[in-house]
């Protein structure tokens, strides 16, 4: 089983979980940028935060195989601390790295007026720049959020299949479903998602632009559960290939239009290209 996980947190997690996650599977992940627990008080913060996503963490990831690649963004969370909000003004620099394959994250926590102009504006360097954009919606009131939010990305003029909704549940699913956006959901030990509960939207819906991600952020969370998905999956009579498309090339498709994408695997001599975009197979 190849894992690529779409949305996890790794600087909130030891080395221990890099070599953990390796031994199950995972081969390639994307960082988005997000809260590190405490409010930041100045837009350096975030520049050494942005320049260890993507320079240290890729170092690390990189030690077990694991490639490592980022999205950057000021959160929802910050965005309504008037200490943080020039950090729209450095995004451009950042958004030039070749390992940052999308906006992200960017969305909604509180639906204020001041996160409406942070998500329109990123919204609009994710265009200029012509990357994907990773959103996130609310913890709180998330059907109206996961509407509003929908509507943002009409307003936007962005291609609904370079946006990928994430966090979603049971209750806003059917929201996103026929919008083109991808959608997300993040697997947790006791909130957001399950596998069981991620096993019954996929007989639902299907696997077509399907993102499961462990997410594996500050809280209690684990970075394995992209794993205990897919063996979840195949108890319930999905097929190898069913779960190579949710857990590996679902993934690939969403973050390969930012071109950027670099999952060569240096023991390999038959490496596949695609556009600019480096992409490997394996097993």
């Not at 943002?152 to 549940?169: M, T, Y």
């Not at 509960?197 to 594996?216: D, H, I, Q």
């Amino acid at each position: 089983m190849r894992i690529f996980d779409p949305h996890i947190h790794m600087t909130s997690r030891t080395t221990d979980d890099y070599e953990r996650m390796a031994a199950a599977g995972v081969q390639a992940i994307v960082e988005p940028a997000f809260w590190l627990g405490q409010p930041r008080t100045n837009v350096g913060s975030f520049t050494d935060y942005f320049d260890s996503l993507v320079g240290w963490e890729p170092f690390r990831a990189g030690q077990f195989g694991i490639r490592h690649h980022a999205t950057v963004a000021l959160n929802p969370k910050e965005a309504n601390d008037p200490r943080c909000r020039p950090v729209l003004d450095v995004l451009p620099r950042y958004l030039e790295k070749d390992g940052v394959v999308a906006v992200g994250e960017i969305g909604y926590d509180s639906m204020t007026p001041e996160e409406d102009a942070a998500f329109a504006a990123q919204l609009a360097l994710a265009v200029a720049h012509d990357l994907p954009a990773l959103v996130h919606t609310p913890h709180r009131d998330k059907a109206r959020g996961v509407d509003r939010t929908l509507a943002v990305v009409a307003e936007s003029g962005i291609e609904p299949g370079r946006v990928v909704v994430d966090h979603l549940n049971e209750v806003t699913v059917k929201q996103v479903r026929d919008t083109g956006c991808w959608l997300g959901f993040s697997i947790y030990p006791d909130t957001k998602m399950s596998p069981p509960r991620m096993v019954e939207l996929l007989k639902t819906y299907g696997t077509e632009r399907m993102l499961v991600n462990s997410a594996a952020d500050w809280g209690r969370s684990d970075p394995l559960l992209t794993r205990a998905t897919g063996e979840a999956m195949l108890a319930a009579g999905f097929t190898d290939d069913d779960v190579d498309r949710v857990l590996w090339r679902n993934p690939v498709e969403f973050y390969g239009q930012s071109g950027r994408l670099d999952l060569r695997d240096e023991d390999a001599a038959d490496s596949t290209f695609a556009g600019n975009s480096i992409l490997r197979g394996g097993s």
